[in-house]
């Protein structure tokens, strides 16, 4: 059942007619516009309202002055797609740019309730399908694979390392799809706001919709039922329906006077049975209650604001969700008690360190949490207890990802940016040292490491168009297999995400 075909080329028709060339006149606007066409909408969308990259508007740069925004044209912006022009644009073109996207465009579509319901597209009833996949594999240790390149994701056996499926997705997929239902489903967010439910049993999409114009990324509560999500523009978080995505209430991202924010990001607090989000324009964390005690019919969903010291633009959970680690491209890092509703601790964290990334393990009996850093070439070890910084271990340049696995004594962290890109380390977590740097194919970057259930397989990406997932032997680290794959940007192992494993992302 398709309901939304004729709401989607409405939504396609309101965009070209009223975003197309309706940017408000200002002086430079002719090279400016060119400028914009040729180097910047690919990736933030030729009407400004983003697509692999941000969106480009005055109410979403409010954080970022425009003295910053010249330099990141000019240099590049450090853990993101964004690359330096200074090679390729003028001063005076830059500086037009600059105002180019500082100028409010004149109309920015709405997107609310109506907008959201009418590009809601149900393909098939959970209901209507088979409760029984029609494949045989061990059901915990399958992986979905995103391939970024020509925007599919491929289901794979984490057993035999075979593919089982391979689907296409949304246009840029971002961050990492969540599971739902014991492993049979999986939901994945575009970075243009697509949310899609699909049936791994059965493998079929359940249903489809638009949530936002540009989403940072999705949580599924802990019983199915409801999919919230992270929106950048408008300022908003979603709430879905989890059986079938159907959308049950927007809420507006605003402070007491009024002024509104981006959401960073939000995850699915399992153990207290909420959502935590993270605010990037307001030193707020939000927490929304699924609970069936704390909803009402009169206030389902009701959300607790816990004010801290400043914006969170990354962040971890701990393993019990009772405390947040963030921190802000200022560089203030804080540890926000969620029971007690303040910030206990601050931390001194250089650099930009790349918390959502971040993992845990036992070292000499106490807990630390280990994180890269997306600015400085070193992993940071806090112990949790005493929240010092007990070893900076330096690595080969800045990294994205860092993965281990309750069973492994090792944890992976790639070296993202640089010249040693392709390089990534192996670190022994008893003594908190590099014991190994693998080169897999020299020149391509290397990123991204996911464990099988059991822990004793760690399956590298080989970020190319021409890329590959390499399975290693996670204790000998001996290569085992490459299975080719278009720029594969994560793997998810059923089993590690639905057990909250110390080792991954949530
Ligand atoms: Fe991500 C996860 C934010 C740039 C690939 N990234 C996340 C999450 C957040 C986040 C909040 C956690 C969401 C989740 O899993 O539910 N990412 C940001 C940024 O703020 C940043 C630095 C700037 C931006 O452009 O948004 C950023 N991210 C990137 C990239 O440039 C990457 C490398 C390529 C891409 O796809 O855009 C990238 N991010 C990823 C991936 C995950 C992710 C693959 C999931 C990791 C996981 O294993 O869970």
Known sequence: MIKAAAGNLFFILVFMLHCGNSVAVEPNKVDAEFLYKKYCSECHGADRLGAMGPA???????????????????????????????????????????????????????????????????YHLPEELPDKPLFSADLQNLFV???????????????????????????????????????????????????????????????????????????????????????????????????????????????????????????????????????????????????????????????????????????FLNQNYSLIIGTSRSGSSQVVDLNLGRVVHRLDLPGMPHLGSGITWQYQGRPVLATPNMKEGMVSIIDMTTWKTIKRIDTLGPGFFMRSHENSPYAWVDVFFGPNRDAMHVIDKRTLKIVKTLRPVPGKVSAHIEFTKDGSRALLSIWDKEGALIVYDSHTLKELKRIPMRKPSGKYNVHNKLTRSSGTSH
């Open 56 to 122: 480009l508007l005055p109410q979403n740069l409010k954080r970022l002055k425009e003295k910053e925004a010249i330099s990141v044209i000019e240099n590049g912006s450090p853990a993101t797609q964004m690359p330096a022009f200074h090679d390729r644009l003028r001063k005076a073109e830059i500086q037009s740019l600059v105002e180019y996207i500082y100028t409010p465009l004149e109309y920015v579509p709405e997107w609310g309730m109506e907008q959201i319901s009418t590009s809601h597209i149900v």
């Open 145 to 315: 694979v995103v391939e970024l390149a020509d925007h599919h994701a491929t289901l794979l056996d984490g057993d035999t390392f075979t593919p089982i499926y391979r689907f296409p997705t949304r246009f840029a997929l971002h961050g990492g799809p969540k599971y739902s239902n014991g492993g049979r489903y999986v939901f994945f967010a575009s970075r243009d706001g697509w949310i899609s439910k699909f049936d791994i049993y059965n493998l079929k999409y359940v249903a489809e919709i638009r949530a936002g114009i540009n989403t940072r990324n999705i949580a599924v509560s802990s019983d199915g039922r409801y999919v919230l999500v992270a929106n950048y523009l408008p300022h908003t978080l979603t709430v879905l329906d989890g059986r079938d995505l159907t959308p049950l209430k927007v809420i507006p991202v605003t402070d007491d006077n009024g002024h509104s924010s981006r959401v960073s990001a939000v995850y699915s607090a399992e153990p207290r049975k909420s959502f935590i989000v993270a605010l990037k324009d307001m030193a707020e964390v939000w927490e929304v209650s699924y609970s069936a005690i704390a909803s009402t019919t009169q206030t389902p969903l009701p959300i607790r604001r816990i004010k801290i010291d400043s914006y969170l633009d990354d962040f």
